[in-house]
């Protein structure tokens, strides 16, 4: 018996259209690894930075700054969803109050009702404060943003939109929002990751593209020749004989 082929049209149209895409796909997660990586060096070499003032003209994300001023206690949004140590609450967001600029501040992590009756109880310190920060730039999402069915505050809100919430409370925004250092005044439960996905989990992804796509190819193969029958046969052969 010698090998023959018998091309199916159909599966070899499917075959011709998702392997590039497979490929691709593992490819780009490869190209998302290596940006990773250059942002976690960028990071790091910010960090190394001593701290500026907040007014400092051309901050960099994840620049380490001090500020004072006083939190606007009454004025507060509480980001939904968010995960720590396996439970769900949220991410205290409130505006700073310096030199008649109003900040964006993320506070950290609160606990939330898992029945959703209530809300969190945020404690806020008092009066003139000195507080220690990083900036960060959230990543901009297509949603618009969505103030809620609250009318009065705090106001629950499922992703950081900061032209939405600074025009919430009527000010000029920045492009940062500052978060907490765990040390600071006025910080909750900080310790947000540098970045949501790691260069890992990207190569990981591009192993299971790459898998697919070998999958595929492998199951095209086999479907459109006849290998097994071969090797089954040559395995028979060697019993036998």
Same mark, same amino acid.
């Given at each position: 018996?010698?090998?023959?082929?018998? #091309?199916?049209?159909?599966?070899?149209?499917?075959?011709?259209? #998702?392997?590039?895409?497979?490929?691709?796909?593992? #490819?780009?997660?490869?190209?998302?690894?290596?940006?990773?990586?250059?942002? @976690?060096?960028? @990071?790091? &070499?910010?960090?190394?930075?001593?701290?500026?003032?907040?007014?400092?003209?051309?901050?960099?994300? %994840? *620049?380490?700054?001090?500020?004072?001023?006083?939190?606007?206690?009454?004025?507060?949004?509480?980001?939904?969803? *968010?995960?720590?140590?396996?439970?769900?609450?949220?991410?205290?967001?409130?505006?700073?109050?310096?030199?008649?600029?109003? @900040?964006?501040?993320?506070?950290?992590?609160?606990?939330?009702?898992?029945?959703?009756?209530?809300?969190?109880?945020?404690?806020?310190?008092?009066?003139?404060?000195? @507080?220690?920060?990083?900036?960060? &730039?959230?990543?901009?999402?297509?949603?618009?943003?969505?103030?809620?069915?609250?009318?009065?505050?705090?106001?629950?809100?499922?992703?950081?939109?900061?032209?939405?919430?600074?025009?919430?409370?009527?000010?000029?925004?920045?492009? %940062?929002?500052?978060?907490?250092? *765990?040390?600071?005044?006025?910080?909750?439960?900080?310790?947000?990751?540098?970045?949501?996905?790691?260069?890992?989990?990207? &190569?990981? %992804?591009?192993? *299971?593209? #790459?898998?697919?796509?070998?999958?595929?190819?492998?199951? %095209?193969?086999?479907?459109?020749?006849?290998?097994?029958?071969?090797?089954?046969?040559?395995?028979?052969?060697?019993?036998?004989?």
């Amino acid at each position: 018996m010698s090998l023959t082929l018998n #091309f199916n049209l159909r599966i070899t149209i499917l075959t011709v259209i #998702f392997l590039p895409i497979l490929i691709s796909l593992g #490819f780009w997660q490869i190209e998302r690894a290596d940006e990773k990586h250059s942002i @976690i060096s960028e @990071i790091s &070499k910010v960090k190394r930075a001593p701290a500026l003032l907040w007014h400092t003209t051309d901050l960099l994300p %994840y *620049q380490l700054v001090t500020v004072e001023g006083t939190f606007d206690e009454n004025r507060y949004w509480l980001l939904d969803n *968010q995960v720590r140590r396996g439970k769900v609450g949220f991410d205290v967001i409130m505006p700073f109050v310096s030199k008649g600029t109003v @900040i964006l501040v993320n506070r950290g992590w609160v606990e939330g009702d898992l029945s959703r009756r209530t809300l969190p109880s945020v404690e806020t310190p008092l009066g003139k404060l000195k @507080i220690t920060a990083r900036t960060y &730039k959230p990543f901009v999402k297509l949603e618009a943003y969505d103030r809620g069915k609250e009318v009065d505050w705090p106001r629950i809100i499922g992703n950081l939109n900061i032209a939405g919430m600074a025009a919430d409370i009527k000010i000029n925004h920045s492009e %940062y929002i500052l978060r907490l250092q *765990q040390d600071s005044s006025g910080a909750l439960h900080t310790g947000w990751p540098e970045i949501n996905v790691s260069a890992a989990k990207h &190569k990981g %992804y591009a192993v *299971q593209w #790459f898998a697919m796509a070998f999958a595929l190819l492998l199951m %095209y193969v086999l479907s459109s020749s006849n290998i097994l029958s071969l090797l089954s046969k040559k395995a028979n052969n060697k019993r036998n004989g």
